[in-house]
């Protein structure tokens, strides 16, 4: 199994490298991500992050550094924290690994742990650069309590 999550990881280091130096991998917005996984969309849409620019005043929707955490590649055309924002630009779409047959008959377990080993699915360290104390509406965050406010899987294997 080592092996196997080894190849896939160089392969979709491969890849991601290849299109992002060909300019290729680009935001995709929530809706693109909608037409695949509509159940957790409707989850995503109950969370916070899906207005985090909505709480952004007129003023700080033209600053910087409020936009970079309330908006998903900093950009206010993907508003909220988007899927994008967690797993990575393009998503899944950008790596046909996660397309292919094998990995769809994994566990769910299984495809979690590839995911995690191939940068698809992030943790703690992806949230703090934004949940951090430079925020000037920081407040305690405590990552396995704030997790189960934004989980978003609806099934298991």
Known sequence: MRTLSAVILVLMVYTITRDVQAGEIV???????KACHSEIHAIWLKTKHA???DTLGPKDRKNAKCVSCHTTGSDPKFPGVQCEACHGAGGCIASPIFRNSKFKQMTLEQQRKMKIETGLITGEHNCRRCHNKTSPHYKEFDFKTRYNEIKHRTSTK
């Not at 935001?27 to 991500?33: I, L, P, R, V």
């Open 27 to 33: 935001q995709k917005g929530a809706q693109k991500c």
């Open 51 to 53: 207005t985090a620019f």
